[in-house]
């Protein structure tokens, strides 16, 4: 239990197991797409193309290939045989390769390295050329190779069997390596056209006399030869951020979102394939994306070989199963990316405790969102078993976990309100250092009390608060005072909820100091923006912080106008360079100030 992704892993196979528990009961022949109007016996000769068994070194025979177009002609709707390469026809639908495709979740998953293990034989009423749309679609299932047959719209039953004229011309099409140098552009630039190939018309017979095996396995080489050249290391997840801009937010803060969720992403230690980006006035209830924005989703992780999505904005239990089932990835929201670096990054016994605390309240509601939307399909045959009960005790042993974890948090908290009260029993004044994330704090509390505690250009680098002494002179008398100065977690833009309750007690470090020096990244473009966050964070606390010190950090790499600006603006904050001690005179006398200030005002 002290792996907290194992919970989540239980949440992924419950939602698996629904997937495939309903296909048990029904026919192995169904037949998909719409069904409507078809009689009982062309139903009949569709479930027949069931029973055909193709050679496995052949894209189809002429034999079958009549076969479906007979049939296709007979209803008057495209048909599509999807077939393995042992040549069994695993899938019949009727309708378009858009329309009758395979689910995402039931594709076979080779990462982009492979390609299906499927291809696909599909009528075509008219002889134009294959439609974009249907090519896509075999991009987003990685087909082997896809047979188009165009019909003539008749044709004739031979009398030893099977039929012949129907088939006009085929098409033949499949997936194209994308060639060297053009990975890296097109991992940058917005979707590009995924490549491949669509052959020119061809009698029946060429296309029944084409080796299929030596086919594919000169593409698959070629893919797996890129996909080395990638560099995959498998323990990374390949991440699609995606990110929905409503009317409530600007471009700009938009952006800036999204870079911060890029770089949330890479702390955790995945790595950003592409960003998706789509404009709506609200996000849709159940995909959040549309449905065009979905399927780009899906091709794009097909394509890039993508192994997880990452939203920037919170998801509903609902809405992560819903484009899971679509998409056929693992979906997850920035709450969870910040979850896993905290989990990640604790050290201590402490910071250990309080990450599991956060991760179980996140996901308990979730797999309650689960129940209850499998109760609300209402009960009845298929609803019990397994999954149910086991959620349940998953459930209640949650529950049982973050009560005693909370009462952990509790004794800690205690623990630390004693040594806080044995400080100020000394009278020994108190400041913490408050900022958002990578601001600089660890790194002015080295450098002011030449400690070495770890400080990095990462996110959420610290998760323990830190307390040194500092010396000071007096405010008045210059006397040499002993100060108390507190390093603490870094502030983020939305701190997930879970995390300030779980981390309450080392945010009372923060509320409990006689003053707060707040800390600013100057050199951040967001700085602002920044700044306004931490100080809603702030006063979302319970009680209320003591008075605080503005101090802009990073000053040796920010452009003279943005110090100019930020002077004008802030005329009563403090500008230091932690990394080059710069300021640090000044900032000394200041937090002097601020100390004697805040004890007097007691
Ligand atoms: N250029 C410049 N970089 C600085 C300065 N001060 C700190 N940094 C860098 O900023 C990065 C973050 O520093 P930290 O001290 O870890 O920041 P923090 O606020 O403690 O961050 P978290 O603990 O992750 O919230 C490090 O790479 C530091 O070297 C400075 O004055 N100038
Ligand atoms: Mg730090």
Redo the contacts with the bound molecule.
């Keep these: 239990m002290s792996d907290p992704i194992s919970v989540l892993k239980t949440h992924f196979f419950v939602i698996f197991w629904e997937n495939v528990k309903q296909p048990k009961g029904a026919p192995i022949e169904t037949i998909h797409g719409n069904l409507q109007g078809l009689k009982p016996s062309q139903l009949k000769q569709l479930q027949r193309l069931y029973h055909q068994k193709l050679p496995g070194d052949r894209i189809t025979t002429s034999e079958f290939a009549q076969r479906l177009a007979g049939v296709s002609t007979d209803i008057k709707e495209p048909v599509c045989a999807y077939i393995n390469r042992r040549g069994q026809v695993i899938r019949v639908g009727v309708g378009t390769v858009s329309q009758t495709r395979i689910p995402a979740l039931e594709l076979p998953r080779y990462g982009n390295g492979r390609l299906s293990g499927i291809r696909c034989i599909a009528t075509q009423l008219k002889s134009d050329v294959p439609r974009e749309s249907v090519l896509t679609a075999m991009a987003m299932q990685r087909l082997d190779v896809l047979a188009i047959l165009t019909l003539t719209g008749s044709g004739f039953e031979r009398r030893g069997g099977g039929g012949t004229g129907y088939v006009k011309e085929a098409y033949l099409a499949h997936l194209l390596p994308q060639g060297e140098g053009e990975n890296q552009t097109q991992l940058d630039s917005p979707l590009a056209p995924v490549p491949y190939y669509v052959s020119s018309p061809m009698s029946l017979d060429v296309l029944s006399n084409q080796d299929f095996l030596d086919l594919v396995d000169g593409l698959e080489a070629e893919f797996q030869r890129e996909f080395v050249a990638l560099d995959v290391n498998s323990d990374q997840d390949r991440v699609l951020l995606v990110g929905v801009q409503t009317d409530k937010i600007s471009t700009q803060r938009f952006e800036e979102g999204l870079a911060e969720l890029a770089r949330l992403v890479d702390t955790a230690g995945g790595i950003v394939l592409q960003t998706l980006r789509q404009k709506r006035s609200r996000p849709h209830p159940q995909t959040v994306v549309g449905e065009g924005k979905t399927q780009e989703i899906a091709l794009a992780a097909q394509t890039l070989g993508a192994t997880l999505i990452v939203f920037d904005r919170s998801l509903s239990p609902a809405q992560v199963r819903n484009l899971e089932t679509r998409i056929g990835v693992r979906v997850v929201d920035r709450t969870e990316v910040i979850l896993d670096i905290f989990a990640q990054r604790a050290q201590s016994g402490a910071g250990k405790l309080q990450v599991e605390l956060a991760q179980l309240e996140y996901s308990l509601p979730r797999l309650t969102g689960r129940g209850q939307a499998m109760s609300r399909l209402g009960g009845g045959i298929g609803t019990r078993g397994p999954g149910e009960t086991k959620l349940e005790t998953e459930r209640r042993a949650i529950q049982r976990r973050i009560a005693r974890l909370q009462q952990e948090v509790n004794q800690l908290q205690a623990h630390r309100a004693r040594l806080r009260q044995r400080r100020q029993r000394q009278e020994v004044p108190t400041l913490a250092i408050v ?10 509390l ?1 450098v002011l009390t030449a400690s070495e505690i ?9 998760l323990d608060p830190t307390s040194r002494r500092l010396t000071i002179p007096d405010a008045i008398t210059e006397e040499p005072q002993n100060i108390v100065i507190t ?1 603490t ?2 502030f983020i833009h939305e701190l997930p909820p879970a995390l300030i309750d779980a981390f309450r007690a080392t945010l009372e470090e923060v509320t409990d100091a006689d003053a707060l020096l707040h ?1 600013v ?1 100057l ?1 951040h473009p967001a700085w602002q923006a920044q700044i306004q966050s931490v100080m809603e964070i702030l006063t979302q606390m319970p009680i209320t912080p003591g008075p605080a010190l503005l101090a802009f ?5 920010v452009d003279g106008e943005t110090l100019r600006f930020a002077q004008e603006e802030y005329p009563q904050a403090v500008f ?5 001690a ?1 300021g640090l005179e000044t900032l000394r006398r200041r937090i002097a100030q601020l100390i004697d200030y805040a004890i007097a005002n007691q």
Aim: hydrophobic share 40%; glycine share 8%.
């Design positions: 900022g958002y994330t990578n601001a600089g704090k660890s790194t002015l080295n770890y400080a990095a250009d990462q996110l959420f680098a610290t390093d977690v870094g800390l990244d050199s950090n990073k000053i040796d790499s230091i360079s932690a990394a080059n710069l």
